[in-house]
């Protein structure tokens, strides 16, 4: 069974300082998207992995994949209270099915 | 502008109704998918459609029932089957195949938040 699991499910964070969020998945797969949620609101796409080595950075976000190892990291560098929210790993299954598999979710707060 | 559009935004339904959720892209997206999420919970998803005229459950489809007869419309039907339907309902679409489209970000609706009375 397909699984994708994040780590930690929560995370209270001070502000200035520095934390990853896993996300490992079981099957083969060399796309991986990350999304926020802000409280009561819809997700919103954060970043786009396509290939094994993939980086990308926004902010003080910055996302990696790594698919050999089947995970992702979302890096925090010194959090900001505005950085307060739910954090979706979804990874895209190979074979045609168009479906994302989401993980579990992070929620992240930040506090002064 | 391009985007997603669901409605209503609030829905309350008594036992024993039908109700449906309206889903609108024009996006010109091929795909398009229906996810329940609880409260503190990840998203799950009920059905999700690729082409228009066809669909496929998702993990919780019991309850529910779809129709895409337009590329841009994916109404959502939770029946009276559902026997727990109180959640937040998020439509989302992904891949316009027309420009090659070789990855599949999703791209969500705001969401319609459905209470039973």
């Known amino acids: 069974e397909l699984k994708v699991e994040q780590n930690p499910l929560f995370l209270s964070m001070q502000e200035g300082k520095n934390y990853t969020i896993y996300c490992n998945y079981s099957?083969?797969?060399?796309?991986l998207y990350w999304y926020r949620q802000d409280p009561g609101k819809s997700l919103e796409s954060l970043f786009v992995?396509?290939?094994?080595?993939a980086v990308k950075q926004e902010g003080r976000l910055m996302a990696s994949l790594d698919t050999k190892a089947r995970l992702s990291t979302l890096h925090i560098t010194a959090a900001v209270h505005d950085l307060s929210a739910t954090y979706f790993c979804?990874?895209?299954?190979?074979?045609?099915?168009?479906?994302?598999?989401f993980g579990t979710g992070t929620r992240l707060q930040v506090f002064p | 502008d391009g985007g997603i559009t669901q409605s209503p935004k609030y829905l309350f339904r008594k036992e024993g109704q039908n109700v449906t959720l309206s889903c609108e892209q024009n996006?010109?997206?091929?795909?398009m998918y229906w996810y329940r999420q609880d409260p503190g919970q990840g998203l799950r998803l009920i059905y999700y459609?690729?082409?228009?005229?066809?669909?496929q459950k998702g993990d919780i489809a019991e309850g529910y029932s779809v129709s895409r007869e337009k590329k841009e419309s994916f109404p959502l039907t939770v029946t009276s089957a559902q026997k727990n339907p109180t959640a937040f309902y998020l439509c989302?679409?992904?891949?316009?195949?027309?420009?090659?489209?070789?990855?599949?970000?999703?791209?969500f609706g705001p969401g319609t938040r459905l209470t039973v009375l």
């Open positions: 989302a679409s992904s891949i316009d195949r027309s420009g090659g489209a070789f990855r599949n970000e999703q791209f």
């Open positions: 979804a990874v895209d299954l190979k074979g045609g099915t168009d479906k994302l598999i």
């Open positions: 992995l396509l290939s094994n080595g």
């Open positions: 996006l010109n997206h091929d795909a």
């Open positions: 459609s690729q082409i228009v005229n066809d669909f």
């Open positions: 099957t083969t797969s060399d796309r």
